[in-house]
């Protein structure tokens, strides 16, 4: 966000309230949602809402932004959002979705990080160190870069995401790769039922069974490449 503001953008900020992983591109039908003016120190008009990504991105559209914004930028997320089974269930990805279920150019960012650091960064209470704030660093710079020529090069109600991954360690340097979703298999994301008759989240990365080519945006980030693919929703089923 910095990254984009400080190259000249004029930003809104409106984010969820707590954290909506594999909240996909829900909303909150059943319950009012609050939206509430916030200053976090971003140079901004900020607001938090109670709600889904999705939420954040219509209400925001519709009842809180003084103009309609020329594009929807969802991220950095901590954490990958590549490959079909992720991509599907992502927050982020569901929040860029939402923009351009408005006629708007839309990008999702993701942040890849190996579990041991993801651990760190949620152990810290989202605050990143180190390395790994280094690394956000680079990226946000390659995100400032990389958003407006994404934007400029889609046009208004093409229902198109743009979908970008960085590497973990990002560096200055780091290349952009054009990538497709690699096919993962997901399985047993629960863990078996308790004594109380609950099952819990448990995360898994999954078995990927991608051909060698074309290039997915696992093997890029695996490569220390950038990963950007084009979601294309009007070619679904075709």
């Not at 979703?181 to 047993?188: D, L, Q, S, T």
């Not at 990927?208 to 979601?231: K, M, W």
Request: with cysteine; glycine share 8%; proline share 8%.
């Amino acid at each position: 966000m910095h990254a984009l503001r400080n190259a000249g953008h004029t930003l809104y900020v409106v984010a969820p309230k707590t954290e909506q992983s594999w909240i996909g591109a829900a909303k909150s039908r059943h319950r009012p949602v609050h939206s509430t003016p916030a200053d976090r120190g971003l140079g901004c008009p900020t607001w938090i809402v109670d709600g889904t990504p999705s939420d954040c991105v219509n209400i925001a559209i519709a009842h809180l932004l003084p103009e309609r914004p020329d594009a929807v930028v969802s991220g950095i997320n901590i954490g990958l959002n590549a490959s079909l089974g992720f991509i599907l269930a992502s927050g982020t990805i569901g929040g860029a979705w939402e923009g351009a279920v408005h006629g708007l150019p839309a990008v999702a960012i993701s942040q890849d990080l190996p579990l041991e650091q993801f651990e760190q960064v949620r152990l810290n209470k989202g605050k990143p160190e180190g390395e790994i704030l280094a690394t956000l660093r680079h990226s946000a710079a390659h995100a400032a870069t990389l958003v407006p020529k994404f934007v400029q090069a889609t046009a208004a109600r093409s229902f198109v995401v743009h979908n970008v991954n960085f590497p973990y360690p990002c560096r200055p340097d780091s290349d952009v790769r054009r990538t497709i979703p690699a096919r993962v298999v997901i399985p047993g994301l629960f863990s078996p039922q308790a004594d109380d008759g609950t099952h819990r989240f448990v995360f898994k990365l999954g078995q990927d069974v991608s051909e060698p080519q074309p290039l997915t945006d696992r093997t890029a980030l695996a490569t220390g490449y950038i990963s950007h693919t084009v979601l294309d929703y009007t070619k679904l089923g075709t």
